[in-house]
């Protein structure tokens, strides 16, 4: 919905701004990811260093990769996102930084719509 409705991300981004419903979105959201992240983890199939929060900054950069000509571009980066999200071969390297706290993720919202400051 974001990469096809610019006004409705301007809208997310400005409700994140202002505060509006982004504790009760986040309160109501983190519970559930939380569950969902961690049943991938105990199956095998995502990595272990990944939390909720990476998963929203994700979401992020993938919403902002549309263009008016190709408004499906961010399909392409989702592929590379899932692979990258899968567990890693023995030995592979941890992530290099800790994931967003959430006013971070809070601040990349700010980020994104510099012009709602």
């Known amino acids: 919905m974001q990469t096809s409705d610019r006004g409705f991300k301007e809208v997310l981004g400005g409700m994140a701004q202002y505060g509006y419903g982004v504790d009760a979105n986040q309160d109501c959201l983190t519970p559930a990811l939380t569950a969902l992240l961690d049943r991938a983890k105990r199956d095998g199939a995502l990595r272990e260093d990944i939390e909720p929060a990476d998963i929203g900054a994700l979401a992020l950069v993938l919403s902002s990769l549309s263009t008016t000509s190709q408004p499906e571009l961010w399909r392409r980066y989702f592929g590379v996102v899932l692979d990258g999200l899968a567990r890693p071969a023995e030995g592979a ?25």
């Open 93 to 117: 390297d941890p992530l290099p930084l800790a994931p967003p706290t959430d006013e971070e993720v809070v601040d990349i919202l700010h980020g994104l719509n510099p012009g709602l400051r």
